[in-house]
Nanobody, 117 residues
Framework: QVQLVESGGGLVQPGGSLLLSCAAS????????MGWYRQAPGKQREVVAL???????NYADSVKGRFTISRDNAKNLVYLQMISLKPEDTAVYYC???????????WGQGTQVTVSS
């Protein structure tokens, strides 16, 4: 079982930057594929960025070139570096962990990101 705790959200002006962090419990973190998702008010949760246990990454088209996902297996951390933020990036951002082939995955409690002037 994995517990995830996100941090780093907040209020930022358009064009600004934020670094989100997700701290994971457990000794098998390096085996998990990790992801960042977001949910805006009135909308469904959507994938933002994914990173495999091997470090391969994938991004939603809406964030390509602006967001970067990375992981530090020694510290059980996953990051989402966000630059050039837009008002439409406003959402609650969630961290996700899943073992390949497993039937369930794990979610953090979310961190609010608000992009507004």
């Amino acid at each position: 079982q994995v517990q995830l705790v996100e941090s780093g959200g907040g209020l930022v002006q358009p064009g600004g930057s934020l670094l989100l962090s997700c701290a994971a419990s457990g000794s098998t973190f390096r085996r998990y594929a990790m992801g960042w998702y977001r949910q805006a008010p009135g909308k469904q949760r959507e994938v933002v960025a994914l990173i495999t246990s091997g470090g391969n990454t994938n991004y939603a088209d809406s964030v390509k070139g602006r967001f970067t996902i990375s992981r530090d297996n020694a510290k059980n951390l996953v990051y989402l570096q966000m630059i050039s933020l837009k008002p439409e990036d406003t959402a609650v951002y969630y961290c996700n962990a899943k073992l390949p082939g497993a039937s369930r995955d794990y979610w953090g409690q979310g961190t609010q990101v608000t992009v507004s002037s």
